[in-house]
């Protein structure tokens, strides 16, 4: 068997940056090549064009082309042709592609498609309550109108983009995976009366909730450090930088506590994780967030939102505690409980790589991906 993924982004030392559904399909497809399959990843959008193998995975890097006039119409038939010489070259079997933007609209292959629900641009729209443009709707309804099979990183995400697109069509739920080798629990000294806060620093993800929280967490215990490790992106909304709004929110004494790290490393990030007492990820938009599996499978504490696909990840009260990001106090209040008894934070970061372990492992899921596909080609 033969399968191909279809990518804006993939984390390669020759790629451009990547974020989460990057992560997640390197996580997959890195199991799958380890089980003895044969993949392909198709990633597009680059900066320069070239073909290469590494780790039993061939690679098509594509480079970034510009159109004068239809450009979405064109890069996407463009692609088409560039799929399908090497689908017949390489005898690819199927080919998956997120749901991101409909990059399969008016695309005919000569394999199946499956297209996996990360979170369509409808999705967030929707989860963020902001309008979509109607071409970015019609790109994703095409795509998933044509598409041979469906799945999805989640439950609430499944049944959100079925209500979104009025699909009819079966959807299979198989979540994201983790690498437990990579991210588990290290013998770091942990930096006193800390939190951390890891990703891009943008409204969805709750990060002016958090400045307000913080405000509330300081006024507790004015010792406590917030760590912010992550992208600034420019606000939706406002038109100014994300970090500035939180800034501007943040009291005197809050301020002074914050710890900018900008964008770092991944191997740093996993050392800023290990040091942190407490993780805080308080997003309104995920579909099923990697963040939240990667600190759970370093055996970190953590408090999250609560919101849909969170029921779905963590147990409040057992792996963490979820909390609506809304809500100020609560959230302030289940942070300092989490600091003010370490043997209750240790013993919910063993309960959440204990789930991590059962459920989202590269392990465990990598079969089920397997079978899935083996059911249909």
């Known amino acids: 068997m033969h399968l191909a993924f279809l990518s804006p982004e993939y984390p390669h030392l020759k790629t451009n940056p990547a974020a989460g559904i990057g992560t997640s399909i390197k996580n ?45 119409y064109l890069h996407r038939k463009f692609l088409q042709n560039y799929l399908n010489d090497f689908i017949i070259q390489d005898q690819i079997d199927a080919l998956e592609a997120p749901d991101w933007t ?43 109108s044509g598409a041979d099979h469906l799945l999805s990183v989640s439950e609430f995400t ?129 579909a099923l967030p990697m963040t939240w599996l990667e600190a759970m499978a370093m055996e970190k504490a953590m408090v999250t939102s609560d919101i849909g696909w969170a029921k779905e990840v963590m147990i409040d009260g057992e792996t963490g505690f979820t909390v609506d990001p809304k809500n100020h106090q609560e959230y302030a209040d289940r942070i300092l409980q989490l600091l003010m008894d370490p043997a209750l934070a240790t013993k919910m970061g063993t309960a959440a790589r204990k789930r991590v372990v059962a459920k989202f492992s590269t392990e465990v899921v990598v079969e089920r991906n397997i079978e899935f596909y083996r059911k249909r080609v």
């Open 28 to 72: 997959m497809i890195t199991a799958l090549a380890a089980k003895g399959i044969k993949v392909s990843i198709f990633i597009y959008g680059q900066s320069t064009n070239e073909i290469f193998t590494e780790g039993g995975i061939k690679f098509h890097l594509i480079k970034q082309r510009k159109y004068k006039f239809l450009g979405w």
């Open 102 to 144: 409909g990059i399969t609209a008016f695309m005919k292959l000569k394999c199946p498609i499956a297209i996996r629900f990360h979170g369509s641009d409808a999705y967030f729209c929707h989860l963020e309550n902001r309008k979509q443009k109607k071409k970015n709707f019609w790109f994703e309804k095409n795509a998933l």
């Open 158 to 286: 499944a049944v959100k983009t079925v209500e979104l697109f009025s699909l009819k069509k079966k959807i299979e739920v198989i979540p994201n995976s983790v690498d437990l080798a990579y991210f588990c629990p290290r013998n770091t000294t942990l930096e006193p009366e800390t939190i951390l806060y890891f990703g891009s620093i943008i409204r969805k993800k709750g990060v002016l909730e958090l400045a307000e929280i913080f405000n509330k967490v300081i006024k507790t215990k004015p010792e406590v450090k917030l760590i912010i490790a992550g992208k600034d992106v420019k606000d939706h909304k406002t038109g100014k930088s994300t970090k500035q709004l939180m800034m501007d929110l943040f009291t005197a004494e809050a301020s002074k506590n914050t710890v900018w790290t900008g964008i770092l490393p991944y191997y740093k990030i996993l050392e800023q994780i290990a040091k942190a007492n407490v993780v805080v990820l308080p997003s309104f938009a995920e």
